[in-house]
């Protein structure tokens, strides 16, 4: 009898003490994968990194800037040009979108009246020269009567007085030839420089006066693109900038 109690509290022991083992050993795998579970949100907190090569991302849709922008010619490759006297257009030789090399004729503004004046004034030139001719000769001539002692040298000296004025003669009428000759060229509207016309602002038989606009002639060849981005532009935040580029002439072919 005393045996088997003794038997039967050794088995109650033995279950304790395994029970007590097993909640441990639970216990222990649970303190194992706490770490884990804690560390996961961490990593899911982390932010992933952004994607710098799509071009829809805030950042590289923040260094785009939207402008308005104007085609213009380089200084120098766009004249205008205008009339240098007034008259009536006789003729107009070109239309928008001709090409045109430098000296090559625009329009014509009626000229009769100055070609008849140039005209009479060559020939003042001409008589003139018959003039200092004839004055040259009596000069001549007198002189050797000085020279004798049969003519008096006052009279000499109105010879030679004669030889100047007309001299002084030639030289009136070449100078009004020159002046009808200015005037005939700026008769003629010639292009200033090669390039296309991209205005025309007179007809035949219309009446312009001096200084009064006609044509533009630009060297579409030598284009750009300027644009003036927002005041509060990121690159430059208040101040103006401006975005060339050489383009082609809209009329290449």
Sequence with gaps: MGEWESNERAGVMAKRATWILGTFGLGLLGLAALPAQVSSPAAAATPAPANTT???TPRAAESRVAAEGRVVAYPGAEVKVGAERAGRLVR???QEGDRVRKGDLLAEIESEELRAAL???RARVVETDAEIRLAE???ERQQKLVEEKILAQHDFDQTTRDLDIARARKLTAQATVDRYEAQLRKS??????GG???ARRVDGGQTVEAGDHTFTIADLDRLRI???PPMASPARPGRAASRRCPTRSPFAG
């Design 92 to 94: 107009v030789t070109v």
């Design 196 to 198: 296309n016309v991209t």
């Design 119 to 121: 005209a009479e004034s």
């Design 54 to 56: 799509n071009p829809h």
């Design 226 to 228: 300027e644009g003036e």
């Design 137 to 139: 000769l009596n000069r």
């Design 188 to 193: 003629r509207i010639v292009a200033p420089i």
